[in-house]
């Protein structure tokens, strides 16, 4: 079975760039058919998709993220990487990634604060 698991700074100040890494187990980010995905929820309200990366390496990120995001991976640690810039408290939520929408990590909690 997949697992994933998310890590990164709790704590990002404004304008600063935010680096999250999905670390998969159980399954190659490379097999076929998956979209790595990386999905956020803002304090009390609902999911928000912010892209993926699939098996073959094509990216879709949401259009109201696309200037500020960038989503790669490292094959040979198996892992898939956000990458956020300008943040801004806007950006305060729990961040998860998941293999299509069957598995996924427990997510990452991140807070921009100076």
Same mark, same amino acid.
């Given at each position: ?11 990002? #100040? ?15 980010? /490379? #097999? ?22 699939? =098996? ?9 993220? #696309? ?11 198996? /892992?898939?990487?956000?990458? /956020? ?9 729990? =961040? =998860? ?18």
């Amino acid at each position: 079975q997949v697992q994933l698991q998310e890590s990164g700074p709790g704590l990002v #100040k404004p304008s600063q760039t935010l680096s999250l890494t999905c670390t998969v187990s159980g399954g190659s980010i /490379l #097999k076929n058919g998956y979209h790595w995905n990386w999905i956020r929820q803002p304090p009390g309200k609902g999911l928000e998709w912010i892209g993926y990366i699939a =098996y073959n390496g094509d990216t879709s990120i949401t259009p109201s993220l #696309k200037s500020r995001t960038s989503i790669s991976r490292d094959t040979s640690k198996n /892992l898939v990487t956000l990458q /956020l810039s300008s943040v801004t408290p806007e950006d305060d939520g729990k =961040y =998860y990634c998941a293999a299509g929408l069957a598995y996924w990590g427990q997510g990452t909690q991140v807070n921009v604060s100076s």
